[in-house]
């Protein structure tokens, strides 16, 4: 077990490593000079270099990577003289538009992030369980049927549809109020203000998933009810239920943990889609501003780290997740 | 029955090949038949766009600031529906909407089709070269698949596709939305094959043991005769599974980064450009949301419902 893990961890390290550079060298290879766009209007070469040399863009490009690197650890300053100013770490750079300092960015819009992410989790988690079990429960009746149409009308609805239409239907219950949507509202101090701000984003998000996770469940629970410990449990005269819940679901729900970790760890990256439709400031939509106003690429590259770096540890927990449930991973 | 005609019945389906059992199986399949005849219906509709804009007499650039009113919304119940013009009109700028979907439709269409076989060609190739030749190529392969999935796709899209067009227009193959719609299908294919190399790769290394290549390698067949002869014939039905139910997400995919706002731009219409306009204007103008809504929600179901029947026809297994 022990060499299992730190086998795995070792992998995800190379890849979280590997992933700066990529994103590093890609963003560094493309026409675009961060320079040039955070130097406004009224701009001559001087300021442009004095700006290139601010940003640490004067140097060559390993050493960029190299100090964007470091910073992530150790913290970055830029500039010199009385102009100095430093981003503490984990430092992914300064976005330069925005003045501040990206981790400070991504510290903002994360937990908006985080709690669209969480919220969508829950609701899709449970409803998906549960219609998969009531649909396998009772197969083939009209309540299964509804089901599925429900799993093939929700799995292809594509979500921007989906969340213009939730959002669309929000208004018109006056559930939501555009102006204050932005502001963040902490679950602790009002809870209705936060459930009221996220609820129809959770729905708009969890719908498709709802969907899969409906048909993966259903799935897997009549695959395992022809398994022969079923029949044994059958035979030695256990109920239904019990047959269901203490049985048939630990086998069936298993599977399930692979993908709700990396859908979950997929997420927490920024729900692009409908942080925009819902005018969420998140991960995703600060990204999205980002790229779409004066293209910042240090928050870019910050987020986009980001994002990477959550499915690659979601990957690591699902991983000694189901070594710790299924013994023969970790042997093979 | 007889005895006789019954034992004749059941030869003729004995003697029908893996192909017409298909078929067959797709046919009884209602659902699937109705939504590959609407799917149809669209594909046609987007590629004869010209000649069925003809009809109406409009088409994806005409303005018509006659049928605005003052403060340029189309004059008119449901967004100015009328004979003229069939679903009504664009707010503000005043173009026909019919032309803009049918020749929006056109370029998500292509996106699709292209990006889909093109996702399906490279995990082919690639997947077959892993598998059948192994070793360090398997493994280099194996690692940058791994690398990949890592990668949050949207994020990548929305980052890179800004500059990549620049990159792009500076080579001079296509030009502003030209080159977006290059870069789109860029993206897409990079980060999708990767799912799809995986099952075709596990598929040529079960194949690889079977005893027909045994007896292709002892009768003296060539390494190529093997993989086009041999092994992509037992790889189709999945290429086609893969095709059939990749192509509306990427119908949709083309329309979000359209509404995003990193895809087409205007002057060109995409369905995810016109519902981006439209969520601007929904409250005033809510057939101009609803239309193109109902548009991608019928073709995007109707291709899934499709994909999701030849899936079932093709694969052997899933016997429901």
Redesign the interface.
Known sequence: MVKYLTRRLASAIL?LF??TI?VYL??GI???DPARISCGIHCNPIAVAGNRHRLGLDVPLYEQWWRFFVGIFAGRTYGDGAARFTCGAPSLGYSFPNNECVTTAIAHAFPFTLSLAVGAFILWMASGIGLGVIAARYRGSFIDRGVTAFV??G???????VG??VY?LA?FLHAIDPISQGIWVSPLSDPIGFFKNFIFAWIALALSYSAIYTRLTRGNVIETSSEDFIRTARAKGLSERRILFKHNLRTALAPLLTNAGLDFG?LL??A??TE??FQLPGL?EI??KA??QD?DLPL?VG??VV??AF??IF?LIVDIGYAYLDPRVRVG | MSTQTAEVSRLAILQRSPRQIAWHRLKRNKVSMISAYIAIFFLILAFGAPIFTAIFHVNNTNVYPNALSASGMPIGPWGGVSWKHPFGLEPGVGRDLFGLLVYGSRISFSVAIITSISFVVVGLFLGISAGLIGGVLDNVIGRIC??L????T???F???????T??VE?TGIAHNNGARIVVMVLILVVFSWPGFFRVVRSQVLSIREKEFILAARVAGASNIRIIFKEILPNLWPLAIIYLSISL?GYL?AE??FS????GVQAPGSTW?LV?NDA?NF??RDPAY?GIP?GM??IV??T???FG?GLRDALDSKSDR
């Open positions: 890849l590997l992933l990529v890609i963003f493309l026409p675009v093939l009308v799995s292809s609805l594509p979500v921007f549809v213009l239409l669309i208004f997929g990256g920024g692009i889609i925009t439709i995703g990204s999205l790229v779409l293209y870019i987020t986009t994002a990477g499915i690659i990957n | 791994d690398f999935l890592a990668f949050p949207i994020f990548m929305v980052a890179l596709s800004v500059p990549l620049l990159r500076a509306p949709a329309a979000v509404f995003l706002g990193v995810g519902l969520s929904w409250q949301l809504a991608v929600i995007v179901l291709l899934n419902l999701d």
